[in-house]
C-alpha cells in the first residue's frame, strides 16, 4: 500500500468553510464567513462584461495591466500622500490571500521566525509553515485586544524575518493609530525584519477614524508588503482579485514567486476595476455604509444576553456570550447555527494554542432584511 505522507497532518479544514457548511446543512442564516450576501454594482459587473465583449480575454501583463496600477498608484497617492510606482510597485493578486502566501513566500525560508498578533486571520500560520519558518504568536490582550509592545520587542529575535500586522482587524475590528506605526518603526529600525501588512478593509473605518496604512510611513514602508482585497471593496469576494504594494526591491522578489504560481490575473476584471476606481466614491462612501449596518446591528442588540464588544471597523464585531453559556466558543457556535438557526465564528481557531473564549465573531455585511432576522434569532436566546 502506498503512503501518502501528509506535510500539514494538523491542519484543519477552514473554520469559514466549516461554519457556511454548517449554515447551509441547518439553513441558519450565515453571520459567519465574511461575504456580503448583496451583490455588488450593476456597472462593475457591466463593464467586465464589456471587457470580454471587447476582447480583453488573453493573459494580462505578470505585474497587471498598466491602466489598473496607474489607478491604484493614484488612488495610494490621495489617500496616503505618497508617490508609488505603478509599474515598479503593484503587483495584481488572486485576491489578498495569494498576496498574503506569496510575501511570505518570497522572503521567508526554514528557521526563519514571524511574529503574528493572535487571533489572527486563519491563512497567516499555515503559509509561514508551508515556507518551513516558524510562527511567533503574540497575543492582543482582550478585552480591548491592544498591542503590547513589549512583548513585540521581546519576541523579536536574531531569527525574525518577518511581522504580520492587520489592521482593520480581523477578527477583532481594532484599528491601528499612527502611534502603532511609529511604535513598530522603533522596534524594527535597527533590524532586518520585513512587515506583511494587511490592509484589506482599508476602507471599512468607522466613527470618522482614518486608515493608517503602512504605505503612510515611509521608513516602515521601505520594509513592507501592503496587502489589499477588491473583494471586500467592491462586495465581490468571488472574484478574487486584490494587490500587493511594496519599493521596488520587495516587489521583485514577489514577482519572482507570482509569476511561477499565478502569472497574471482575470485580464477583463482588471479592465473593468480599473474604469470603475476613476470615480472615488466607490470607495469612499464604503465606512458610512457599512456604519448603519454596524450601528443598526448594536443598537438592536443592546438588550440582548450578547454582550458586544467595540468594533472600530471592517464587517465584523465580537460577542462575548458568557452570560448564556460555559460552553467553549465552537461548541456554542456550532449549537447557535443548529438549534437557533444563526452561524457565526468562534474565534479560539484563530489563535494556533488551545485557547478558551466565550467570544464568538458576527458578520454585518448583510441586508438589512437578513439582519432582523438573525436579531430576532439572536434576541430571544
Ligand atoms: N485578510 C483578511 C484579514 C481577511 O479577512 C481576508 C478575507 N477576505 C483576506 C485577507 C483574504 O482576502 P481575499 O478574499 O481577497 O483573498
Ligand atoms: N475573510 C473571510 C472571513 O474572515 C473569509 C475568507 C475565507 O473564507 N477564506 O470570514
Redesign the pocket.
Known amino acids: 500500500m502506498h503512503v501518502i505522507p501528509s506535510k500539514f497532518p494538523g491542519l484543519q479544514p477552514s473554520i469559514f468553510s466549516v461554519m457556511t457548511a454548517l449554515a447551509k446543512k441547518h439553513q441558519a442564516i450565515n453571520l459567519a464567513q465574511?461575504f456580503p450576501d448583496f451583490d455588488c454594482d450593476d456597472k462593475l459587473k457591466e463593464l467586465v462584461s464589456k471587457y470580454m465583449e471587447a476582447g480583453k480575454n488573453q493573459y494580462a501583463p505578470m505585474r497587471g495591466i498598466p491602466e489598473l496600477l496607474e489607478r491604484i498608484a493614484y488612488k495610494i497617492k490621495q489617500l496616503y500622500q505618497q508617490n508609488i510606482s505603478a509599474l515598479d510597485h503593484i503587483t495584481i493578486t488572486?485576491?489578498?490571500?495569494?498576496a498574503?502566501f506569496t510575501a511570505i513566500g518570497c522572503m521567508v525560508s526554514p528557521g526563519d521566525e514571524v511574529i503574528v498578533f493572535e487571533p489572527a486571520?486563519d491563512?497567516y500560520i499555515p503559509a509561514i509553515h508551508a515556507f518551513g519558518a516558524k510562527a511567533v504568536p503574540v497575543r492582543l490582550k482582550a478585552p480591548d485586544f491592544g498591542i503590547d509592545w513589549n512583548q513585540v520587542a521581546a519576541a523579536c529575535t536574531d531569527k525574525t524575518k518577518m511581522i504580520i500586522i492587520?489592521t482593520p482587524?480581523?477578527p477583532t475590528a481594532t484599528i491601528w493609530t499612527s502611534k502603532d506605526l511609529h511604535q513598530l518603526w522603533s522596534i524594527i529600525k535597527d533590524k532586518n525584519i520585513f512587515i506583511l501588512s494587511?490592509e484589506?478593509?482599508e476602507h471599512i473605518l468607522f466613527d470618522g477614524q482614518i486608515h493608517h496604512s503602512i504605505i503612510s510611513h515611509p521608513e516602515l514602508f521601505q520594509r513592507a508588503f501592503a496587502?489589499f482585497?477588491?473583494?471586500?471593496l467592491f462586495h465581490n469576494?468571488g472574484w478574487?482579485?486584490?494587490y500587493c504594494v511594496a519599493p521596488t526591491a520587495l516587489s521583485k522578489e514577489f514577482r519572482k514567486l507570482h509569476q511561477f504560481n499565478v502569472f497574471s490575473v482575470h485580464t477583463p476584471t482588471q479592465y473593468a476595476l480599473a474604469d470603475y476606481l476613476s470615480d472615488p466614491d466607490v470607495y469612499l462612501n464604503l465606512s458610512g455604509f457599512f456604519e448603519q449596518k454596524r450601528n443598526f446591528f448594536i443598537e438592536q442588540l443592546k438588550d440582548s444576553a450578547f454582550q458586544l464588544l467595540p468594533c472600530a471597523g471592517?464587517y465584523f464585531i465580537l460577542a462575548d456570550y458568557s452570560s448564556i453559556s460555559e460552553e467553549p466558543d465552537t461548541v456554542f457556535a456550532h449549537r447557535l447555527a443548529t438549534q437557533h438557526g444563526v452561524a457565526t465564528i468562534p474565534i479560539s481557531p484563530f489563535y494556533s494554542e488551545e485557547t478558551s473564549t466565550k467570544i464568538i465573531r458576527f458578520c454585518f455585511a448583510k441586508t438589512k432584511d437578513v439582519l432582523e432576522q438573525a436579531i430576532d434569532k439572536l434576541i430571544s436566546i
Open positions: 465574511g488572486a485576491g489578498a490571500t495569494q498574503i486571520y491563512s492587520n482587524h480581523n494587511d484589506v478593509y496587502v482585497s477588491f473583494g471586500k469576494t478574487k482579485t486584490g471592517s
